[in-house]
């Protein structure tokens, strides 16, 4: 059994990948946006949202045909800033993350990239490819954010969970990768913690 954090920027697609692999009925904490939230959240470039994820996602999803088996509980952060108080108890415990990025509002995934660096989880980077969003190569990507060349970015469709699944896979691949390597080792600053 194997913890995973999904994150991401608001409105990057965590819940609908949540949703997408789960083999349970996932538990989410969807509210309606409302006008108190209106000069907190910016919907520039996701006009049609809704809903927001005010706590978090939480799914489960089994792969018993893996080259090991495996059973992973999946967790969705909220995707806001002033939720980062949060995510540290999200990430406890879990193997590696994963960050969503839109790329339409690509500024909202450096704070979860900082996070996952100044804590040491492995991570991975997956693009959700938003319908009518300009298509970027992962490199493009992986510059845009300063990312290491060993931290992975994939293309994925959040909606689409063979897609999500492999995102998972890769993750896991990699945090096992980590992990063999040696012991992570965290930041001098915990400038996110202080936040």
Not at 53 to 66: K, Q, W
Not at 122 to 129: E, S
Not at 164 to 187: E, I, Q, Y
Request: glycine content about 8%; proline content about 7%.
């Amino acid at each position: 059994m194997l913890k995973i954090v999904i994150a991401g920027g608001f409105g990057a697609g965590k819940t609908t990948a949540v949703g997408a692999v789960s083999e349970i009925t996932p538990l989410s904490t969807e509210e309606y946006l409302t006008e108190a939230s209106a000069d907190v959240d910016s919907l520039a470039g996701i006009e049609a949202k809704q809903t927001t994820t005010v706590a978090f996602d939480f799914g489960r999803l089994s792969l018993p045909d893996a080259p090991v088996p495996l059973e992973l509980f999946l967790f969705g952060t909220p995707g806001q800033d002033r939720f980062v108080d949060l995510w540290y108890d999200l990430s406890r415990g879990a193997v590696g993350a994963v960050v969503l990025v839109d790329t339409r509002r690509l500024e909202s995934s450096f704070t979860p990239v900082s996070f996952f660096e100044d804590i040491g989880l492995p991570f991975v980077v997956a693009i959700n490819q938003f319908d009518g969003a300009h298509r970027y190569h992962p490199e493009q990507v992986r510059t845009a954010l300063e990312l290491p060349t060993s931290a992975p970015v994939v293309i994925c469709d959040a909606r689409d969970p063979n897609h999500v699944a492999g995102v998972l896979l890769t993750l896991v691949g990699h945090a096992v990768k980590s992990a063999s390597a040696g012991p992570a080792r965290p930041a001098a600053t915990t400038t996110l913690q202080d936040a």
